[in-house]
């Protein structure tokens, strides 16, 4: 697991790093601001449209607070403020490499969060082939 992460927007390359207790909270304070309070019914919702300003809530949350270089080089005091359109290409590289990287620090905190508190997952089985059946 790298504690780092380089990608590429626009021709710029851009380094971010596992966040600090202070960033941890950040995102999560900006993913509720930026929804309105609303982040767990868009979750829920089955709207495309819904789940579309989820995702870029997402995006927007970790990068202006992860990647500030990013920002700065759109010219903006945040990328909510960037056209919806112009964004697409930087949620691409959010959902395709960003995000998966976040996944797997998460997994990593979830599990430890989860140890610390006593919680033992229950392992999955294993999914049964229609061969098996």
């Known amino acids: 697991m790298n504690r780092t992460l380089n990608f590429e927007v626009k021709g710029n390359q851009y380094t971010i790093e596992y966040p600090t207790v202070r ?6 304070t900006q993913k509720s601001f930026l929804s309105g309070g ?3 019914g868009m979750v829920s919702s089955n709207l495309v449209s819904q789940f ?11 990068l202006n607070v992860l990647c500030p270089k990013l920002v ?8 909510e403020d960037l056209d919806l359109f112009d964004t697409m290409e930087l949620l691409e590289v959010y959902v395709k490499v ?20 006593g ?4 392992p999955t089985a294993p999914a049964v082939s229609d061969e098996e059946k």
């Open 52 to 62: 579309q300003a989820y995702q870029l809530i997402d995006c927007i949350a970790h």
């Open 72 to 79: 700065k080089d759109c010219k903006t005091d945040s990328l």
């Open 38 to 40: 609303t982040l767990q």
């Open 23 to 28: 960033n941890f909270i950040n995102i999560e």
């Open 98 to 117: 960003v995000r998966v990287w976040i996944e797997e620090w998460r997994t990593i905190l979830k599990k430890k969060i989860n140890e610390i508190n």
């Open 119 to 122: 919680i033992i997952e229950e």
